[in-house]
Each structure stands twice: as structure tokens, then as C-alpha cells.
């Protein structure tokens, strides 16, 4: 199974910065198959970024994603309140479906 | 747009079972896969299996194997999650997500709103 590892855990930013956040793989991810969710708390995991790169509907487009292979990438170009959450990181190239264990961007 | 919702919290002894329900709406429900997948308490979030309605065959973690059984009912738009033998360790928020794509390797584009399952006796 392809183990996702995100870093850092724990990023602490303020509004207006700008935040990037890693997803690395143990193994290259076919086609580019890596999505990113934001999740905050007491609520459903959202889809952002699928395809390493697509923005899901409605995503603004402060959010980014960029990488291939094993190294991923999840761009916040200028942090907004509510995007203070959890995010992961998912691979669907190969079964099972793994997910990294996530990054919480909290305020600095 | 798509909606999910699930059924409502359950409390459960250790070794029985538990079935969760996830009924959609909006969309087209068979064509497109419903994955399960759960959060513990506090932690991130763990692929248990998934299903294609249209083709029927399930697919799971193998994590779960022989333990779970996930089905749909294309008739009333609803996909269901069976966990047995349960056990503490199962005490976890169970997420219904419907696949992008009619096939269980896939992002997840909607999501229910989850069902807390609470292993305690």
C-alpha cells in the first residue's frame, strides 16, 4: 500500500500569508491520481484539488496543487479565516485508497 | 446538486454489529461509487471499502475483509455499510462519500454528513 506523509503537522500562519503544504508518497502515484481535502472541525472532510492539480467546484482559486510522482504540493496563496482547518492528502492511484495523516493550519 | 445523509448514532456492544445507511439525492446514484470511510476520535480518516451500484461488486481495505459488507439499493438510492464483531477500537465517525468517477479508485467529491458508532459496554 502507498503510505502518505505530510508535513509539517502543525503549521501556524497568518491571514493574508501564504501557506504550502507537502504530501509525499512511498511510492510514485500513477497518473497523478492525488486529491486534497480540507476538513474543519465537527464537519465532512471537502474536496479541494483532485488530479494533483483540477480544482473541485466551487474551490477558489487562491487554492493550488502541484506535483507528481511522489512529491505533492497544496498552495493557499492568501489565507482567508475559514481556511484555518485540517487538510489531507489521498491517493487513488492504487488500491487501497490511503490517506496522509494531515496537516492542521491553525492561526498564528 | 448531490446530497448524502446518513442514519442517526448508534451505540453498540462489543461483538455485534452495526449497519449504517447512506441514501443520496440529486445525481445519478448507481453510476458512480459510494466509499465508506471512517475517522476515529481525534484522527485521520481510514478507506474502508467502496461500490460501483450498477456493477455491484464490492471492494475492501483489507483491513476489513470478512468483516464489513458494503451494498446498495438502486431502487431507493441507498447504500449501506455493515460492520460485525465489533470492538472498541471501532468507536469512530462513519463517512459516506461518493466517488468522482464509476469506479472505487477515486477522490470523493461528496460526502454525508457522518454517523458517530460508539463501541461501549
Known amino acids: 500500500e502507498i503510505v502518505l506523509t505530510q508535513s509539517p503537522g502543525t503549521l501556524s500562519l497568518s491571514p493574508g500569508e501564504r501557506a504550502t503544504l507537502s504530501c509525499r508518497a512511498s511510492q510514485s502515484v500513477s497518473s497523478s491520481y492525488l486529491a486534497w481535502y480540507q476538513q474543519r472541525p465537527g464537519q465532512a472532510p471537502r474536496l479541494l484539488i483532485y488530479g494533483a492539480s483540477s480544482r473541485a467546484t466551487g474551490i477558489p482559486d487562491r487554492f493550488s496543487g502541484s506535483g507528481s510522482g511522489t512529491d505533492f504540493t497544496l498552495t493557499i496563496s492568501r489565507l482567508e479565516p475559514e481556511d484555518f482547518a485540517v487538510y489531507y492528502c489521498q491517493q487513488y492511484g492504487s488500491s487501497p485508497l490511503t490517506f496522509g495523516q494531515g496537516t492542521r493550519l491553525e492561526i498564528k | 446538486q448531490v446530497h448524502l445523509v446518513q442514519s442517526g448514532a448508534e451505540v453498540k456492544k462489543p461483538g455485534s454489529s452495526v449497519k449504517v445507511s447512506c441514501k443520496a439525492s440529486?445525481?445519478?446514484?448507481?453510476?458512480?461509487?459510494i466509499t465508506w470511510v471512517r475517522q476515529a476520535p481525534g484522527q485521520g480518516l481510514e478507506w474502508m471499502g467502496g461500490l460501483v451500484p450498477i456493477f455491484g461488486t464490492a471492494n475492501y481495505a483489507q483491513k476489513f475483509q470478512g468483516r464489513v459488507t458494503i451494498t446498495a439499493d438502486k431502487s431507493t438510492n441507498t447504500a449501506y455499510m455493515e460492520l460485525r464483531s465489533l470492538r472498541s477500537e471501532d468507536t469512530a465517525m462513519y463517512f459516506c462519500?461518493?466517488?468522482?468517477?464509476?469506479?472505487?479508485?477515486?477522490?470523493?467529491?461528496?460526502w454525508g454528513q457522518g454517523t458517530l458508532v460508539t463501541v461501549s459496554s
Open positions: 440529486g445525481g445519478t446514484f448507481s453510476s458512480y461509487a
Open positions: 462519500a461518493r466517488a468522482g468517477i464509476a469506479a472505487h479508485l477515486s477522490w470523493l467529491d461528496y
